[in-house]
């Protein structure tokens, strides 16, 4: 099992839900964030005085999925949550040690989803 | 025939009445007229719903760990000088005068302020509910120093200061300018609605408090940014909304001075907002929410001392100047000289107080009111001469005895938020509440 963490432009959450939903994978987790990276940021002004905005908001997604099937939802990740400009975010992958779905007590791959 | 006799014989009593009747209000107590008193009670709910109003203003323009702990400044003071002025507060401001500074006590308890008139304040109108409208006033007033002071004031600190100031600040200065006998009064001082009494003392003591205080820790190094500016839009317009109770119901009667001062409003919040959005968007490139908001608010506090002696076209020229004027205020001199006013109360209505009764010193016309004096423009240069002693008195008492308040209340309690609870937020650490749950 590997977790998926995507970091994305926000308008391209639904984009993205689509695409994991079609690989077989309909259940994440999503949270509205901020960060930055090579992304430059925006200025704001506030009765006439300015603040430069370098914390940008992005969604992230996070996605338990099998061994077998990290590639081909990576692959789909990306092609729904690209747009070529600098800005369009990034994925970590990480080794999940277990899974445990709380209502049965099952475990492994069968608790993901 | 003998109908006649009868509509005859009812008549004359009448008739007798009729006139004895007119004898007696030529040389007695004036009279009550409902449509005035519904007018100015309707007025003081107006005024009041413009402190709510301001702490929607503030409350979106401060972070979002402090909206609370500003709004509850705005909230607490409508408590706090709604029982001051009740118990002596209106006396010290409208009771009979003492050698020209302040009120006596002799009203202590609204003794003696009933359902009669008084011929000074409102010869039509109960004296109570002329009280209730000048409570308003004396509450929104303390409420708008808070904006200097937002983000950083111990909240025992600040009840202290806010009695104090309402008591010594705000009452002396609404009898000077405001109380029959008062010397700005006798001196000629014109200011229908509070340029000096509101938003001067306001603005000015709201600098000094700033200064006193201090910068908010980070101010300068980090973005303060607003949490809401919708809220700050809501509060606006609550206070665009009341502020027509504040100017045309100084009129304290329901007549053609209360409706031009109703337009004259009207005109300079819209000029005055026009003004401000297109003086930033020349300077920053961009119009902002923000910036309509905080114009319309310029050009109502400019127009508030102005709005009983001018005519609707010399309000548009007092809106400009206070849009253009209060943002160069805010946005330039504030930043030069590096004080934290942290939501610009010194900005807006201490510079647009300024300007109103200026102002109202060059176009004030006897054609909009036989009971002022013509300003600059129509003949009357003195006048200008007298709004500046205005002004200045205005000015001077206000920052010298708000320094001193603050000196004798630091004295008794520190005034100023620590470093930990200026971070964690004043909501949290004054108040233990959070204004936004994180979850559920």
Same mark, same amino acid.
């Given at each position: 099992m590997v977790k998926l963490e995507c970091i994305i432009r926000p308008e391209k959450l639904d984009a993205v839900k689509d695409?994991?939903?079609?690989?077989?994978?309909?259940?994440?987790? +999503?949270s509205e964030i901020k960060g930055c990276g090579l992304q430059r940021g925006w200025k704001e002004v506030y009765r006439g005085? *300015?603040?430069?905005?370098?914390?940008?908001?992005?969604?992230?997604?996070?996605?338990?999925?099998?061994? *077998?099937?990290?590639?081909?939802?990576?692959?789909?990740?990306?092609?729904?949550?690209?747009?070529? *400009?600098?800005?369009?975010?990034?994925?970590?992958?990480?080794? +999940?040690?277990n899974s445990v779905r709380i209502r049965t007590g099952e475990t492994g791959e069968s608790a993901i989803y | 025939?003998?109908? %006649?006799?009868?509509?005859?014989?009812?008549?004359?009593?009448?008739?007798?009445?009729?006139?004895?009747?007119?004898?007696?209000?030529?040389?007695?107590?004036?009279?009550?007229?409902?449509?005035?008193?519904?007018?100015?009670?309707?007025g003081a709910a107006l005024v009041l719903l413009m402190t709510p109003g301001l702490a929607f203003f503030y409350g979106g323009m401060v972070r979002r760990k402090n909206v609370l702990s500003t709004i509850m400044h705005s909230f607490i003071i409508m408590c706090?000088?709604?029982?001051?002025?009740?118990?002596? =507060?209106?006396?010290?401001?409208?009771?009979?005068?003492?050698?020209?500074?302040?009120?006596?006590?002799?009203?202590?308890g609204l003794s003696g302020v009933g359902f009669a008139p008084n011929p000074n304040y409102g010869p039509t109108i109960p004296q109570l509910a002329f009280m209730a409208f000048q409570l308003m006033f004396a509450i929104i007033t303390a409420a708008l120093i808070?904006?200097?002071?937002?983000? %950083?004031? %111990?909240?025992?600190?600040?009840?202290?200061?806010?009695?104090?100031?309402?008591?010594?600040?705000?009452?002396?200065?609404?009898?000077?300018?405001?109380?029959?006998? =008062?010397?700005?009064?006798?001196?000629?001082?014109?200011?229908?609605?509070?340029?000096?009494?509101?938003?001067?003392?306001s603005g000015v003591s709201g600098l000094v408090t700033a200064l006193?205080?201090?910068?908010?820790?980070?101010? =300068?190094?980090?973005?303060?940014?607003?949490?809401?500016?919708?809220?700050?839009?809501?509060?606006?317009?609550?206070?665009?909304?009341g502020w027509?109770?504040?100017?045309?119901g100084s009129a304290l009667a329901a007549n053609g001075l209360a409706a031009n001062a109703f337009v004259v409003t009207n005109t300079a919040a819209a000029a005055a907002a026009l003004a401000w959005v297109f003086t930033e968007w020349i300077h920053n490139g961009k119009p902002t929410m923000l910036g309509a908001a905080s114009g319309c608010v310029a050009g109502l506090v400019a127009i508030t001392p102005a709005s009983g002696f001018v005519n609707p076209v010399c309000s548009i020229i007092i809106g400009l100047v206070a849009g253009i004027i209060c943002y160069l205020a805010v946005s330039i001199m504030k930043a030069r000289l590096g004080y934290d006013d942290a939501l610009d109360t010194f900005g807006v209505h201490g510079i647009g107080g300024t300007w109103g009764a200026l102002a109202t010193g060059l176009f004030a016309t006897t054609a909009i009111n036989a009971s002022g004096r013509n300003g600059l423009f129509f003949g009357n240069p003195g006048q200008l001469g007298v709004q500046l002693i205005g002004i200045v008195a205005s000015w001077v008492f206000a920052a010298a005895v708000t320094f001193i308040i603050l000196k004798v209340v630091g004295l008794i309690t520190p005034l100023r938020a620590s470093e930990e609870e200026e971070l964690a937020?004043?909501?949290?650490?004054?108040?233990?509440?959070?204004?936004?749950?994180?979850?559920?």
């Open positions: 695409a994991l939903a079609k690989t077989g994978n309909p259940g994440m987790t +999503v005085v *300015e603040s430069s905005i370098n914390l940008l908001p992005k969604v992230k997604i996070e996605v338990v999925v099998k061994d *077998e099937s990290v590639d081909q939802v990576i692959q789909h990740i990306c092609q729904a949550a690209r747009t070529g *400009e600098v800005g369009d975010g990034k994925i970590f992958i990480y080794p +999940v040690a | 025939m003998k109908k %006649r006799l009868i509509w005859a014989g009812c008549l004359l009593p009448l008739l007798w009445l009729a006139s004895s009747g007119m004898a007696w209000a030529a040389d007695a107590a004036p009279k009550i007229d409902s449509g005035d008193t519904a007018f100015v009670l309707i706090l000088v709604s029982v001051q002025w009740v118990v002596f =507060g209106y006396s010290l401001a409208f009771g009979p005068d003492k050698l020209h500074l302040i009120g006596s006590l002799s009203w202590l808070s904006g200097s002071f937002a983000e %950083r004031f %111990r909240f025992p600190a600040f009840l202290i200061f806010t009695l104090l100031w309402t008591t010594i600040v705000y009452d002396p200065l609404a009898h000077w300018v405001w109380g029959y006998g =008062g010397w700005l009064n006798r001196l000629g001082v014109l200011d229908f609605a509070g340029g000096t009494v509101v938003h001067i003392s006193v205080l201090g910068k908010r820790r980070g101010h =300068g190094k980090e973005p303060m940014l607003p949490h809401n500016i919708p809220f700050v839009v809501l509060g606006a317009g609550l206070l665009w909304f027509f109770g504040f100017n045309a937020g004043l909501d949290l650490t004054m108040h233990s509440e959070r204004a936004y749950d994180f979850i559920s």
